[in-house]
């Protein structure tokens, strides 16, 4: 099995290989995506990554968004045979996930880019390279998920506390599941995951990041059914097959919540207080 991960400021995807031991190997091999503009002073920050119907093809998402750039991200195709860029699709501000259709009769011919600083989904034609449709969402939307039919497109809306559901043969929103009733704020809806049940529904999980916790609701009707604390800060899930087991990455990992228990450097212990540097 071949894996891609993206490279952040280094402007690559990195290839590795998973055999089925679970043993994870670096292959030495990257997908390049640096700026075309070889005096540009910016990297792309290479941030969400999405394969094509044969995995000929690999979206992956530019966010940086500056003057140099219009203000605008970006969205890189790249031939996963030769590791160059075949094209570079202008989105929306501060994108940041991607997915596409690669089933049905829509296969290869909609990816989906979210843009966190517009709250939109930029729909993108990977075959004539242009964005064809622009899709309202909740705020700053950082993490999507396919249903297994791939027609519905579920958005986490991480600075409104939803998730927004698109239809994708019409492209328009469906229907907008709020995860806090009380309408408290501050939950973060970061990653998402369905899992199957007896009964032949589906549950969507959500991982609730600054609240260290997942939420579960209905997949059709979006109703809470339950909650579930995890670690520090989880950002992504999974699930098995048979939905009896549910993986979460926790990204500040499983120790105390307040690692500074002193004082650093006379600023307190708050972690917004002793950040330095870019």
């Given at each position: 099995?071949?894996?891609?991960?993206?490279?952040?400021?280094?402007?690559?995807?990195?290839?590795f290989t998973l055999d089925a031991?679970?043993?994870?190997?670096?292959?030495?091999?990257?997908?390049?995506?640096?700026?075309?503009?070889?005096?540009?002073?910016?990297?792309?920050?290479?941030?969400?990554?999405?394969?094509?119907?044969?995995?000929?093809?690999?979206?992956?998402?530019?966010?940086?968004?500056?003057?140099?750039?219009?203000?605008?991200?970006?969205?890189?195709?790249?031939?996963?045979?030769?590791?160059?860029?075949i094209a570079q699709v202008p989105?929306?501000?501060?994108?940041?996930?991607?997915t596409a259709i690669t089933q049905?009769?829509?296969?290869?011919?909609?990816?989906?880019?979210?843009?966190?600083?517009?709250?939109?989904?930029?729909?993108?034609?990977?075959?004539?390279?242009?964005?064809?449709?622009?899709?309202?969402?909740?705020?700053?939307?950082?993490?999507?998920?396919?249903?297994?039919?791939?027609?519905?497109?579920?958005?986490?809306?991480?600075?409104?506390?939803?998730?927004?559901?698109?239809?994708?043969?019409?492209?328009?929103?469906?229907?907008?599941?709020?995860?806090?009733?009380?309408?408290?704020?501050?939950?973060?809806?970061?990653?998402?995951?369905?899992?199957?049940?007896?009964?032949?529904?589906?549950?969507?999980?959500?991982?609730?990041?600054?609240?260290?916790?997942?939420?579960?609701?209905?997949?059709?009707?979006?109703?809470?059914?339950?909650?579930?604390?995890?670690?520090?800060?989880?950002?992504?899930?999974?699930?098995?097959?048979?939905?009896?087991?549910?993986?979460?990455?926790?990204?500040?990992?499983?120790?105390?919540?307040?690692?500074?228990?002193?004082?650093?450097?006379?600023?307190?212990?708050?972690?917004?207080?002793?950040?330095?540097?870019?």
């Amino acid at each position: 099995t071949t894996l891609y991960a993206s490279t952040g400021a280094r402007d690559r995807v990195d290839v590795f290989t998973l055999d089925a031991e679970g043993y994870l190997r670096d292959t030495g091999k990257s997908l390049i995506n640096t700026p075309t503009d070889p005096k540009a002073s910016l990297p792309h920050h290479v941030a969400g990554i999405a394969l094509n119907a044969d995995g000929s093809r690999l979206y992956a998402v530019n966010n940086q968004t500056a003057e140099s750039n219009g203000f605008k991200g970006s969205l890189s195709v790249l031939n996963t045979s030769t590791g160059t860029r075949i094209a570079q699709v202008p989105v929306g501000g501060f994108p940041f996930a991607v997915t596409a259709i690669t089933q049905g009769s829509n296969a290869d011919k909609k990816v989906y880019v979210g843009n966190e600083r517009d709250s939109s989904m930029s729909v993108v034609n990977p075959q004539t390279l242009q964005v064809v449709q622009t899709i309202r969402v909740g705020a700053q939307p950082v993490g999507m998920l396919l249903s297994p039919d791939q027609s519905r497109l579920y958005v986490a809306n991480s600075g409104s506390d939803t998730v927004s559901v698109i239809d994708t043969s019409s492209d328009k929103v469906t229907d907008t599941f709020l995860l806090n009733p009380t309408r408290i704020p501050g939950l973060t809806p970061t990653g998402l995951t369905l899992i199957p049940r007896a009964n032949g529904e589906m549950t969507l999980a959500v991982t609730l990041s600054d609240w260290n916790t997942v939420a579960f609701l209905n997949a059709k009707t979006g109703v809470l059914q339950n909650t579930l604390p995890v670690g520090w800060y989880p950002t992504a899930l999974a699930a098995t097959p048979d939905g009896k087991t549910l993986f979460v990455t926790n990204a500040k990992g499983t120790q105390v919540r307040n690692p500074n228990s002193k004082d650093v450097k006379g600023w307190g212990q708050y972690i917004q207080d002793i950040i330095e540097g870019d």
